[in-house]
């Protein structure tokens, strides 16, 4: 597919858009306090092929001291282009901008009003007003010094006056950036990249290709960072995120990616690579097999060519023997009389000689398409004989829940944590799996910050959001149930509120 062409960018020594090969980039977690630590971290994303780094500048005391991180890096021989990220202060970013080669600023909290009066047109109005005080200043600055502006739209942290006019949606998620794009534009200012994330991939996917089709119809080209935010952890992280940005790429959208994981940031490198590079190859060819549908299962079916299939109702060599027999025979069937009427239709790829994470990227990417466009009734993945067929399946179910088509475990969400993150968030995440993975249907949010965590979970059932030294608060929806539980007693809460709720499933 054409690819929506950009301007380019220049974010000190690289550039993003114009054609330029794909860039990826990612967080630290480092306190921004600690310049040893920060520095360290940033050397080791860039030699494994980080080349742009976000650091959080949750105050103006972070925000001053990277110029003592920019400084070490140099004098340890990096020229690393840094981005400030900010979240409610416009004073740091501005302290930033003259630091750091790009800045990073949310619409949904960078200045936007908390007054709680009923809106209007005319509030709204003047809403926009106080945010251009607030954001003309920054670009004066950023002109100034040649730094550029990405406008980072959150799913989970649209502001009020946004959900007011157009509500929890793609369409106001692209409203949103395009507020602040006016601003900038109005003002001369053009250094600009922008991202619509969310933690739903098909949010995430269909702001950014209305995004882009709003700037189509304006002639406008800025370049697109993609990403998919609170992914978490492990498989579903990597699912959730070779879908979003995955299926973005192959339609030839999106100039820098950021694959959001809650590990160590120099894991979602080598996966970023992957999903940049099978975009550019030529999918795997979907093979179509018709089937009767199974009394007692739901779909989409997921199907696996080892015996221990996790949706056949094949229980012995024989009759997986005799399945096989039965689809090639359907198979044969089809091609002789065309389409067969009432049969369910799979979609069966092979990925021969790859290892697990190839294959779940590879397969999320081929089979995101066809589930959420509601093309087939299942998947079918086969890999090597030597990889376990629970881990396939693991892969195929995964596929299913992040797509939406069926929903087969709990879904968590879950931020990369940040310098805001004062406890071990992987491993309690990780706690937190390990106790309720079994609760279909419910969503449970494990967030780093109550800065920025309570509105990015937005939409789980439960949530444990970091509140202190490991402290965390435990959350119903939106409402505080408890507040700065230590760490070690933390799952337990969790597991007796959903207790309490009649949620819980033995
Ligand atoms: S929610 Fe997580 S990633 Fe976002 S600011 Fe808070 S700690 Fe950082």
New binding site residues.
């Given amino acids: 597919m054409k690819h929506f062409k950009t301007k380019e960018i220049r974010i000190g020594n690289i550039s993003i858009g114009g054609g330029q090969p794909m860039l990826i980039q990612s967080m630290t977690s480092a306190d921004t306090l600690n310049t040893k630590s920060t520095v360290q971290q940033c050397i080791k994303m860039f030699e494994t092929g980080c080349k742009l780094i976000r650091i ?1 500048a949750p105050s103006v005391k972070a925000a001053q001291n990277l110029s003592e991180i920019k400084k070490e890096l140099a004098k340890q021989g990096y020229n690393i282009p840094l981005v400030a990220d900010i ?1 409610f202060n416009p004073k740091a970013a501005e302290i930033a901008a003259r630091i750091v080669e790009k800045i990073r600023i949310n619409p949904g909290n960078f200045a936007d009003s908390k007054k709680k009066a009923k809106r209007t047109d005319l509030t709204v109005q003047n809403e926009l007003e106080e945010i251009s005080s607030k954001l003309i200043p920054l670009l004066n600055v950023c002109k100034k010094h040649h730094t550029a502006i990405r406008i980072g739209v959150n799913h989970g942290s649209l502001s009020k006056r946004i959900l007011f006019q157009h509500g929890n949606t793609p369409g106001g998620m692209v409203e949103s950036a395009l507020e602040y794009l006016q601003i900038c534009r109005q003002n001369d200012f053009h250094d600009i990249v922008l991202s619509l994330k969310a933690s739903n991939i098909i949010t995430m996917i269909q702001s950014n290709r209305l995004m882009v089709k709003k700037m189509q119809e304006r002639g406008w080209d800025y370049p697109l960072h993609l990403g998919v935010t609170e992914a978490g952890n492990a498989t579903e992280g990597r699912i959730k995120s070779a879908a979003g940005i995955g299926s973005l790429l192959r339609e030839g959208i999106g100039d820098t990616i950021r694959v959001s994981l809650t590990e160590n940031p120099l894991h979602e490198i080598p996966v970023a690579k992957k999903i940049i590079q099978y975009a550019q190859k030529q999918p795997a060819h979907l093979e179509t097999w018709w089937m009767e549908r199974p009394d007692d299962t739901e779909l989409p079916l997921v199907l696996n060519n080892k015996k221990n299939m996790a949706d056949l109702f094949v229980r012995d060599e024989l009759a997986y023997d005799q399945m096989q027999h039965r689809y090639a025979m359907e198979k044969a069937q089809r091609s002789a009389s065309g389409k067969l009427s009432g049969k369910l239709k799979i979609l069966k790829a092979s990925y021969p000689g790859l290892a697990l994470e190839d294959i779940m990227i590879r397969a999320t990417m081929d089979f995101t398409k066809p589930l959420i466009t509601n093309q087939c009734d299942g998947i079918w993945i086969e890999g090597d004989e030597e990889i376990p067929a629970d881990k396939i399946n693991e892969i195929a179910f995964g596929i299913l829940q992040a797509t939406k088509r069926r929903i087969t475990k709990t879904e968590f969400i879950s ?4 310098a ?2 004062l406890f071990d968030i992987e491993k309690l995440l990780e706690k937190v799996k390990k106790n309720t993975s079994h609760l279909k249907g419910l969503k449970i949010g494990v ?3 109550i ?3 309570p509105g ?1 979970m937005a939409g789980a059932d439960y949530g444990l959001v ?1 509140s202190g030294k490991n402290q965390v608060t435990l959350y119903k929806g939106q409402n505080i149930q408890k507040k700065n539980i230590p760490l070690e007693k933390a799952v337990k809460e969790l597991i007796k509120l959903i207790k309490e709720n009649k949620e819980w499933q033995d």
């Fill in positions: 959080s979240h931020c990369p944590s940040c805001r993150t967030m780093g910050c800065v920025n965590g990015e970091g």
